[in-house]
């Protein structure tokens, strides 16, 4: 149980560090301003993390905002390091988040229906 409960606490704190990170450092970026960050998943010996996101502008292509998280990795992880008390950092894997198109997909088919 309470490994539980120091996952949870590590999850949360990634979350908020990373939302901070992604909004203050990373401001003059056209993709990466436009992220939200829903959920992270650590795995259970904290080693790897992963980040579930989506993204708001749709004037850019998902493709693009995925190779520029690509590119800024190495950095994200190196300002996390500096924010979070962990021994170590975990690797940093970033997922598109589907259930908010899944949900208006839904949304827009109940209005068809209607």
């Known amino acids: ?9 590590a999850q949360s704190n990634i979350l908020r ?21 829903h959920e992270v998943r650590l795995s259970s010996d904290m080693s790897h993390a992963k980040i579930f ?5 749709p004037d850019f292509d998902l493709e693009e905002v995925k190779i520029e998280l690509m590119h800024n990795l190495k950095e994200i992880r190196m300002l996390l390091a500096n924010k979070v008390d962990m021994r170590s950092v975990p690797e940093l894997t970033f997922e598109y988040d589907k259930s908010l198109d899944n949900a208006n997909n839904i949304d827009k088919i ?3 229906i209607k």
């Open 1 to 9: 149980m309470p490994k539980d409960v120091k996952l949870e606490r």
């Open 17 to 37: 560090e990373l939302t901070l990170i992604l909004q203050r450092e990373f401001h003059d970026t056209d993709f990466i301003k436009f992220l939200t960050i």
């Open 53 to 57: 996101y989506s993204y708001v502008n």
């Open 110 to 112: 109940l209005k068809d």
